[in-house]
T-cell receptor
Framework: DTEVTQTPKHLVMGMTNKKSLKCEQH?????MYWYKQKAKKPPELMFV???????INESVPSRFSPECPNSSLLNLHLHALQPEDSALYLC???FGQGNTEAFFGQGTRLTVV | GENVGLHLPTLSVQEGDNSIINCAYS??????FIWYKQESGKGPQFIID?????DKRQGQRVTVLLNKTVKHLSLQIAATQPGDSAVYFC????????????FGKGTHLIIQP
């Protein structure tokens, strides 16, 4: 299994809603990541979890709250988002040690209305 | 192939020709580089990687060249096919740990029949 699975694929939410994005991998990877990608732009790193602990937060607003329940799962909780937060949210995972590639999921296309 | 220079957002090539996509990276401490392919509506897909102790690496129909002196990376695709149409990103990592990737701006490769 070399897949990173993200759900849902599409999400439309209002600015007062609370929603969660989910990510799952079963490759034994110990590092998991959230990236944000706007249209026609490269992915930008948001958070890094290493061995289930948050190791990097790239100055992301608190309306985005990551959670890593176990080594296979990664969530991103969303609350009080703004329309400019609309983007493709990508989850990735890697072994986290040494130079090895990160595997990406298909992303969640988020629209904030 | 055609050297399109750095940071060009679009590269158009004839089917069957070779493609060369260029990337400049900024961090001289980066020691691991990856090329990703991203098709419309999908997450980035790993193509090939290279470590800083190498200057060339070959895969199936793809070659990556690394010039650390000028901090330049290129991806060569041989005998370009319609399925190669996508946006191509280079990405860099420092230290080989779970620090996440920094992506370049991306190049949209268009294959002309």
């Amino acid at each position: 299994d070399t897949e990173v699975t993200q759900t849902p694929k599409h999400l439309v939410m209002g600015m007062t809603n609370k929603k969660s994005l989910k990510c799952e991998q079963h490759m034994g990877h110990r590092a998991m990541y959230w990236y944000k990608q706007k249209a026609k732009k490269p992915p930008e790193l948001m958070f890094v979890y290493s061995y289930e602990k948050l190791s990097i937060n790239e100055s992301v607003p608190s309306r985005f709250s990551p959670e890593c329940p176990n080594s296979s799962l990664l969530n991103l909780h969303l609350h009080a988002l703004q329309p400019e937060d609309s983007a493709l949210y990508l989850c990735a995972s890697s072994f986290g040690q040494g130079n090895t590639e990160a595997f990406f999921g298909q992303g969640t296309r988020l629209t904030v209305v | 192939g055609e050297n399109v220079g750095l940071h060009l957002p679009t590269l158009s090539v004839q089917e069957g020709d070779n493609s060369i996509i260029n990337c400049a990276y900024s961090n001289s401490a980066s020691d691991y580089f990856i090329w990703y392919k991203q098709e419309s509506g999908k997450g980035p897909q790993f193509i090939i990687d290279i470590r800083s102790n190498m200057d060339k690496r070959q895969g199936q129909r793809v070659t990556v060249l690394l010039n650390k002196t000028v901090k330049h990376l290129s991806l060569q695709i041989a005998a370009t096919q319609p399925g190669d149409s996508a946006v191509y990103f280079c990405a860099e990592n420092v230290g080989g740990g779970a620090d996440g990737l920094t992506f370049g701006k991306g190049t949209h490769l268009i294959i002309q029949p």
